[in-house]
């Protein structure tokens, strides 16, 4: 029961960071820009974050769950973020990678600071929280969040690292310049946060 908890946490979590957004795409242009050395401390700053992250959305459901407008307001959240990341990686994408001596200290504060500014978290957990508990997969004791939260951590390493593997490799093999790259992360960027921008206006003025 224990290693399936952990199991289970992994997987999901893992699920849950294959499809892009803006933890994965700043690991792609973490790589890009940097190397994957410095991804890696971004990757296992961030998986240390999921952890706690994880273990209080898990402890904090119902509360979460009740609060009528936490939808909206996680929304424009995102549209923030992604508004934010998509200006900073537009603002520089003709510029060269540079190594900085401070570099290793950076990737991992900025690892920790998307840890927390994560808020598309809090819906997955929500949801995907609530139906392994409703379905008796998971347990809600203590200790047993607290192995769920370690497995939601590994996912969350181990989905990122594929995709900095992944944006290494696809750099090398194709050869794509740094301006490229950072210019279709930016687009990328941009339209998540449109994305949220017209799901909040069709839910306000168009759905009945």
């Not at 008796?136 to 990122?160: D, N």
Request: net charge positive; with cysteine; charged share 15%.
């Amino acid at each position: 029961m224990i290693f399936l908890t952990f199991f289970i946490g992994l997987i999901a979590n893992f699920v849950g960071y294959i499809p892009p957004g803006n933890i994965n795409l700043s690991v792609v242009q973490l790589t890009i820009n940097r190397g994957i050395k410095e991804a890696l401390y971004f990757i296992i700053a961030f998986s240390c974050v999921e952890f706690f992250f994880t273990y209080f959305i898990m402890n904090a459901a119902d509360w979460l769950s009740a609060q009528v407008h936490l939808d909206t307001a996680i929304d424009w959240v995102m549209v923030g973020l992604f508004g934010t990341l998509g200006y900073i990686t537009w603002m520089h994408r003709k510029k060269a990678p540079k190594q900085k001596n401070n570099s290793k200290r950076d990737s991992i504060t900025y690892g920790i600071l998307l840890g927390f500014l994560n808020p598309m978290q809090v819906p997955f957990w929500l949801i995907t929280g609530s139906y392994l508990i409703t379905h008796e997969w998971i347990e809600t004791g203590r200790w047993e969040l607290a192995l769920f939260s370690v497995g939601s951590a590994a996912g969350a390493f181990l989905c990122l690292f594929i995709y900095a593997k992944s944006a290494k490799y696809i750099k090398e093999k194709l050869d794509l310049s740094t301006q490229v790259i950072n210019t279709s992360i930016a687009i990328l960027f941009y339209a998540f946060a449109a994305y949220h921008i017209v799901k909040q206006v069709y839910i306000h003025f168009f759905r009945h």
